[in-house]
């Protein structure tokens, strides 16, 4: 926060908390996306949304921040930005064709452009021809040039840096990594011709204060640089946030951050939007379906309390009054009241940190006293501890459904005694954690750099860059020569489906898709089990034997998705709790170890 200028340096995760002088914030950037965060990639540790999560003392989620744009379309993709015309797919040249890629690798049909990715554009050889020289901004026959802004400049990040350096890691590390995949992919991608130049600036602001809803100005000063370096793309990554991204777009640069925004947000700022997150609207429909599938209208057995257990459920659902993500939570809120289970209970909240343990206490009572057995918290990082807290007080133990709290390493290791009784019955959509050493992104790490991801550090910063570089590169190459925003967004469209790997989830296009996700697990947390990643207890643990979930269906299929999806049985409770969930982490066969990888 750039607006303060004390200094910061003597205050406590505690003193944060409470700082109502530092943090009488109205948040206008929580959703209410109900059933939990859909964290499809980073498995037990911080997903793309970062370095927030980790801070939880000072983080509002980026999913909530209100961008300028208002729209009332919040409806699922479908064939929007293709100009009321049929979208046809585009075909790369030879695409499938016997030859060799640009990589060194064999190409045939349904062949991956590299055969360690799940999520690569089918293979083509390499390409000779014109491809066209300066097509586009920031495009010349020889170089692409993307930005990767680091923003870390006053307001809180000083303080993010010194408390939880060896979490978030460094610009270094952060530049490091990037380097590492643009390398691997600029060797093995199909580019025609051209070669992916990365330029990093020091932004002017801090990506914390952006995501609180301040420093706004700094932000476009920033995308101004990006475009004053005449880029074609912006990969920041770990340091993106909505008015960053929002001020990109309206320079014409790509940027593939986007993080929880409503479709419509995407839509107006097309083509230069897009995310390896879903949606907020795609997530609603996925949560809501889960919910209205497996838990509404059956008993509460999941409920910490026993009184609750045999009740059926009643939701109450507590949501802020984000202005523009208020579409998304209406939409919750609608769907659950179509299926016929309206919510006993809601509570919206403006996000003060001087008032939320005052605010917290009534909530839970007055959700206790109307019998709300379950609570979909759609909640940033903060609050829910003081929620929990006020539930444990009032011997109030509720099934919880939650939103933004949901990864492993902040909650195994930041969380309360109380709240770890409280997240006992806590369920929500997500992907079961996989191993380190078998994931798509570790072993592209292991490719770039000659050896193995080594720390928590280096793996939350691998887990976090990597699928935004990669479907980067995979628009680039299904875009063909004539590179242009146009032909990116066509080319993304057209991307084949993932087939299914744990370690990101399950990816699917079309037109109208700018988000990839397409399907999700229902998990609970359990305080015992060790992460992966830390060796620590607590992490997520899928039910039904660890079956996938369409998100645009609510049903199973219907995403495009490559992968193997499940209908979500109907009135039937989720197998959960130890009651047939699945321990086991779900690799690919078809993924071989780097070793095993020839021409």
Known sequence: MRADRQSYHDLSPASLLTSNQVFNVRAGRQSVLCVGLPVNRLGTIVWRHKLMLLVFAVLVPAMLFVPSIKQANVGLPGSGGTGGGKFVPYVTPGEGQ???????????????????????????????????????QGVTAKTITVTATIAM??????????????????????????????????????????????????????????????????????????ASQNAFADTSVLYSTPPYDTSLAR?????????????????????????????????????????????????????????????????????????????????????????????????????????LAGQAPAIMSDFKAKGVTTVICACDPITPSALTTAAVAQDYYPEWLTLNFGNSITRGIMTSAAAKAEWAHD???????????????ALAYKMATGHALQGMTATIQAQAIY??????????????????????????????????????GGWSFGPGHYTTPSDFQIVYWSNQAKGPVTGLPGTFIACNGGAFYSYESGSGGGSGSANVVSPL?????????????????WVPPSVPPPSAISK
């Open 98 to 136: 016997p030859g060799v890629t640009v990589g060194g690798y064999n190409c045939s049909p349904e062949k991956r452009q590299v055969p360690w990715s799940q999520y690569a554009p089918y293979c083509m050889p390499a390409w000779h021809g014109n491809n066209g020289g300066a097509t586009s």
């Open 153 to 226: 400049s006053g307001g809180l990040c000083p303080v993010v840096s010194s408390m939880f350096g060896p979490i978030v890691g460094t610009p270094a590390l952060f530049r490091h990594t990037i380097e590492a995949y643009v390398s691997l992919l600029n060797r093995t991608f199909e580019l025609y011709g051209r070669k992916v130049v990365v330029k990093f600036l020091n932004g002017t602001g801090c990506f914390i204060s952006e995501l609180l809803g301040q420093d706004q100005s700094n932000a476009e000063v920033d995308a101004q640089a990006a």
């Open 251 to 355: 320079h014409h640069v790509i940027a593939i951050g986007g993080e929880y925004q409503p479709h419509s947000w995407f839509a107006a700022n097309a083509p230069y939007e897009y995310s390896t997150l879903a949606s907020c609207t795609k997530f609603v429909t996925g949560a809501i379906g889960a919910i209205n599938s497996t838990m509404a209208g059956m008993p509460a057995i999941y409920a910490g309390s026993r009184s609750l257990r045999s009740r059926t459920r009643r939701f109450g659902v507590i949501y802020p009054d984000a202005v523009t993500i208020l579409p998304c939570a209406k939409q919750a809120i609608a769907m659950l009241k179509a299926a016929g289970h309206p919510a006993a209970a809601t509570f919206d909240y403006s996000f003060d940190i001087g008032s």
């Open 427 to 441: 369920a929500t959509i997500y992907t079961q954690s996989v191993p380190p050493q078998d994931s798509e992104y």
């Open 467 to 504: 699928p935004d570089i990669l479907l980067l590169f995979d628009g680039l190459q299904q875009a063909g020569p004539d590179l242009t925003p146009a032909s990116f967004q066509r080319g993304v469209w057209s991307l084949p489906p993932s087939v299914q790997d744990a370690s990101m």
């Open 569 to 585: 049985p109907h009135h039937v409770q989720s197998a959960c709790f130890g009651r047939g969930d699945s321990t086991h982490f």
